[in-house]
């Protein structure tokens, strides 16, 4: 468990600017539990809540990740002005991981979702390149809210707020899914974290009160809760030390601070 010197130690590594520039669609939500905050590209983000934060991770942990850079594009050239850009084209619903720590989804025969993680800035340069008007290459606003949720009650929560069975996806296919959540559309990427399920969840900000407030509610039935950004990312770490995953570049990387 992180003490809270570690825990400032931390945050203040992280922190890019002590001016926060841009405000997580969660963070009307978040504010009440009285988090440690970061600034990360500048967006403050829940860092750690109190000495629990594993302990409801370990049960049913939800974290925001909104922060991280996201930007979309579709259009009949995206393939190819994607693959000019030296960046992997995964397959239909499927992603693939960047060299940076970010990911590509490809959410449609011509649509894509570029995310950086803390520290890549795949995402930001292909937004900027984007500004020149690509022929066949169109921009698409992402101010997704964005949260991981992880935990030993993960599947029986799903099972609550979800129609789809995420059990029979493969995740060696590194699978995408468009489903809807307690009705509201949502983007998911399932994966696993030290053995346990973690998936991100992507939607539309302006859900983000009844969508955090809603899967609260039910972590709370088991022990769950929000926790912070620190303790998603140790638990990264002791993965990395150990072997090579996916979901690594799910979640941001102790070594981008």
């Given at each position: 468990m992180t003490s809270n010197r570690q825990a400032g130690a931390n945050a203040s590594a992280l922190?890019?600017?002590t001016t926060s520039l841009r405000r997580s669609p969660l963070q009307s939500a978040i504010t009440p539990h009285h988090p440690q905050w970061v600034i990360i590209d500048g967006m403050s983000t829940a860092f750690q809540f109190d000495t629990k934060d594993?302990?409801?991770m370990a049960a049913l942990g939800i974290a925001d990740l909104s922060f991280m850079f996201r930007c979309g594009l579709k259009g009949p050239h995206s393939v190819a002005w994607l693959t000019a850009q030296g960046l992997p084209i995964p397959q239909i619903n499927s992603w693939e991981p960047l060299p940076g720590g970010g990911i590509i989804a490809r959410l449609g025969v011509t649509e894509f979702l570029i995310e950086d993680s803390a520290g890549d800035s795949t995402a930001k340069q292909l937004a900027d390149?984007?500004?020149?008007?690509p022929d066949?290459?169109?921009?698409?606003?992402?101010?997704?809210?964005?949260?991981?949720?992880?935990g030993a009650?993960?599947?029986?929560?799903?099972?609550?707020?979800?129609?789809?069975?995420?059990?029979?996806?493969?995740?060696?296919t590194r699978p995408l899914a468009l489903t809807s959540m307690v009705g509201v559309q949502?983007?998911?990427?399932?994966?696993?974290?030290?053995?346990?399920?973690?998936y991100r969840v992507w939607f539309d900000g302006t859900y983000a009160d009844y969508l955090w407030q809603t899967l609260l509610g039910i972590a709370g039935e088991h022990g769950g809760g929000p926790v912070g950004l620190d303790c998603l990312m140790q638990k990264n770490a002791m993965q990395q030390n150990t072997r090579q995953h996916n979901s690594h570049h799910l979640i941001p990387q102790r070594s981008a601070r």
């Open positions: 922190s890019a600017s594993a302990e409801r390149a984007l500004k020149t008007r066949g290459v169109y921009p698409v606003l992402r101010q997704d809210a964005s949260f991981a949720v992880t009650f993960l599947q029986t929560l799903l099972r609550q707020t979800c129609a789809m069975n995420f059990n029979v996806l493969d995740l060696s949502v983007l998911v990427i399932p994966s696993e974290l030290n053995e346990q399920p973690l």
